[in-house]
Every structure is written in structure tokens, then in C-alpha cells.
């Protein structure tokens, strides 16, 4: 069976549905395949850190209203390391602020808005081909979650499908560059049922490794752990991670206490940054963790996913409905030039706080850490880059 739409979107999380619902505003239709099902899509627990340029993007698209009802606004956020705790206000410093909105309230959001626009979507789609992305007569075929081949046939197609999609794939390997840091840790994280026992994120550097302690709503924590990549997660037991996080957290401010609960979710998370060049090929336009994935510590995955999108809805506008391909030819440079800041960005951030080398190098860590609380000028830098650069950063 044959589809036609102007823009294929392959991917139904978080990039591929806010471009879809950019597009829509702007009267261009769209089809999205995903292969996952659409709860697995909405339960699927990632960021939870919306820079300021987000957030105001939500808003405008008009996507924000729980948003702005439920999340909550931080100002800054707090860096430790055994006996001294410091906050950065990243309002005073950088003019503005972050937002904790989990990624699954997000893609609630843009799902709820795609189902209102009665816009078409394939979930657990299967076979996922893209063909001909150098010609004007791009395609993707697919077999659909009732077993029927499909083709779908459009102007442009869209890879919002991830580090593991088909897109990337398909740019070939003669036009296609990349770069990849393999870190020798990794995140246990946890979630739990208990209060925040604090205002904003603690960052804590500790010779045992590094933890942080985050949040997702008034009632529910968010916390990590540094382990190594190869962790069992089976030799973690709830009393090992509580004793740890007390150990690691309770370090920076004598008197501070941790709160525990009941933990409901524990994962291991690999750390890693990948960049991938062109995110232009023809009629192939990558946005997201197909083209780039950051190591979480920066917390900028999710906001590079919606600065790509933005930045790619204005040039497919412009392209298809005003016959101006300024914007598409030059989408691939310009989001790199954010892409390569947040990458280093969050490199930075990864390699200052997690043991990773012998105690020399912990001592350099702990001399950019007082560098950084104490010098207006680098905890500026900081501020500016947590709280996000401008999307269409130059």
C-alpha cells in the first residue's frame, strides 16, 4: 500500500513528534513511523531538564500549558565535593533559568497534540527502509504493526529515530563522518518514591565516584551513580544504593541529610558522545540521537533533540511552502555549531566530576571545581551552557 505526505518522519519520540506538530501549525503534513508501540514511546524515562529556549518553544507551539502549570523552575543548581557545597544561580549569572519537566510528560504533551490534529502515525513498525533520500522521489517502506507492507512517499524524510534507527544508516558511508568518545564509567540510575531532600540538582564530585541528586516532581527522586560500564545491576541492592548516595551526597555540607524511600526503576546507563556528519543528505535530514548523543551529565540530549527540530521545521517551512532552500541547504552547518558546543559542553561537565584517572588527576578535578564556584567568569560559562545556548547558536 502507498502513502503520500510531504515530510516523512522516522521516530515518534520526542524530536519526530515536535516536528510533526511544527509542521502542522504551519499547514505540511506529516506521517510518522516508529517501531516501538506508543506506550512504550510514552513510558520511555530519559531527561528531565528543559533549558529556558525549550521551554519557551513548547510554550509558543502551544504545547506548554502543563508544562508551566507542573514543572518546576530552578534557578540553578548546586556543585559539591567532600566538605565544601556551592550554589550557581544561573539567573544572576546567565539571565536565565532551567525547568524539571520529565521527557515522558513531554511526549505525553506532543502526543496528546498529534492525536488532536488527527495526524497519521505508524507505531510498531517493522522492516524500516529508506530509498532513493539523493533523488526529488525519497521513499521509506515498512511492514505495519498488522503485518501489511507499506511504502510511504514523500518530498523529504526526517530521521528522528535514534543512535539504533535506520536513518543515519543511510547517508553513505563516503559522505558520512564520525566521531565517538567512549567514557569509562557509567550512571546507575535510580528512581524513588520519596520528597527531594533539596531545592535544586546537587552535582558531587566524592572519591568514590560521582553522584548526583535530581528530582521529577515534588513527590518523586531522581538520583545516579557512578559505576563502572560492565555493573551488575543485580549486585545492587536497595540498602547498597541508599548507602552509597548517603555516603556520596551527605559528604558536601555537614548537617545536610538524605531522605530515602521506596526506589521503583534501577538502570545502568553507558556514557558516551557521538557526533555524526552531514546531518544533511539529499532529501535526508537527521535530527536528535541519530546524528548525536551527549553523556547526560550537561543535561543536554533532549534540548539538542528540540533545538535540531526547531531549526529544522523553519527550513522544511521555507522550503515547502515558500520554495526557499537557503534554510534546508545550510540546517546541517548551522546545528552542528550548538551540536559541537553542547558535546564539549557536556564532555566537560563529565570528565570535572567522575573519578576516571589516579589521584593527580582527582586534584585537577577538584581545582577546576573551586575555579568554578569561586571565578565569576567560569561559573558564567557554566551558567550560560547549562541553562542553554540560543537555538541557531552561531
Avoid at 530552578?74 to 532551567?98: C, M, N, T
Avoid at 557512578?226 to 541492592?237: F, G, L, Y
Avoid at 521503583?264 to 535530514?285: A, D, N, Y
Avoid at 586534584?363 to 565569576?376: D, K, N
Wanted: proline share 4%; net charge negative; aromatic share 8%.
Amino acid at each position: 500500500m502507498a502513502t503520500r505526505t510531504r515530510v516523512a518522519i522516522i521516530g515518534a519520540g520526542p524530536a519526530g513528534l515536535l516536528l510533526a506538530h511544527l509542521l502542522h501549525l504551519e499547514g505540511i503534513d506529516s506521517v510518522l513511523v516508529e517501531r516501538q508501540s506508543a506506550s512504550y514511546v510514552q513510558a520511555r524515562i530519559r531527561a528531565g531538564i528543559l533549558e529556558a529556549s525549550t521551554v519557551d518553544l513548547l510554550k509558543q507551539a502551544g504545547v506548554g500549558t502543563r508544562l508551566a502549570a507542573e514543572s518546576m523552575e530552578h534557578r540553578g543548581i548546586y556543585l559539591q565535593w567532600p566538605g565544601e557545597r556551592h550554589h550557581l544561580d544561573f539567573v544572576k549569572l546567565a539571565g536565565r533559568s532551567v525547568s524539571v519537566y520529565g521527557q515522558t510528560e513531554v511526549t505525553k504533551d506532543l502526543m496528546r497534540a498529534r492525536e488532536e490534529a488527527g495526524g497519521q502515525a505508524f507505531y510498531e513498525a517493522s522492516e524500516v527502509e529508506l530509498h532513493d533520500v539523493g533523488t526529488d522521489r525519497p521513499s521509506v517502506t515498512f511492514v505495519d504493526s498488522d503485518g501489511r507492507p507499506q511504502r510511504l512517499e514523500a518530498e523529504v524524510i526526517a530521521g528522528c529515530d535514534g543512535f539504533h534507527g535506520p536513518s543515519r544508516g543511510a547517508i553513505p558511508d563516503a559522505v558520512r563522518d564520525t566521531w565517538e568518545r567512549e567514557y569509562p564509567f557509567a550512571w546507575l540510575g535510580v528512581l524513588a518514591e520519596v520528597a527531594p531532600s533539596t531545592d535544586e540538582l546537587i552535582y558531587a564530585w566524592h572519591p568514590d565516584g560521582f553522584a548526583m541528586h535530581s528530582m521529577r516532581s515534588p513527590r518523586v527522586s531522581r538520583f545516579y551513580l557512578q559505576v563502572r560500564p560492565d555493573e551488575d545491576i543485580a549486585e545492587w541492592s536497595d540498602d547498597r544504593v541508599w548507602t552509597a548516595l548517603t555516603t556520596r551526597l551527605e559528604a558536601g555540607e555537614p548537617g545536610w541529610r538524605l531522605e530515602t524511600g521506596r526506589i521503583t526503576e534501577k538502570s545502568v546507563l553507558p556514557m558516551r558522545s557521538f557526533v555524526t556528519t552531514p546531518m544533511r543528505h539529499g532529501r535526508l535530514f537527521l535530527a536528535g540521537d541519530a546524528a548525536h548523543i551527549v553523556p547526560p551529565t550537561g543535561a543536554k540530549g533532549l534540548n539538542l533533540a528540540v533545538a535540531d527540530v526547531a531549526l529544522l521545521a523553519r527550513a522544511l517551512t521555507a522550503w515547502l511552502s515558500g520554495g526557499s532552500t537557503e534554510l534546508a541547504e545550510s540546517y546541517s552547518d548551522t546545528a552542528l555549531r550548538r551540536v559541537w558546543r553542547c558535546t564539549h559542553f557536556s564532555w566537560w561537565m563529565t570528565t570535572m566530576l567522575h573519578r576516571h584517572g589516579d589521584d593527580f588527576d582527582a586534584q585537577l578535578q577538584l581545582s577546576q571545581l573551586r575555579r568554578t564556584v569561586t571565578a565569576e567568569a567560569a561559573a558564567t560559562e557554566l551558567a550560560e551552557n547549562y541553562a542553554g545556548l540560543p537555538i541557531g547558536y552561531q
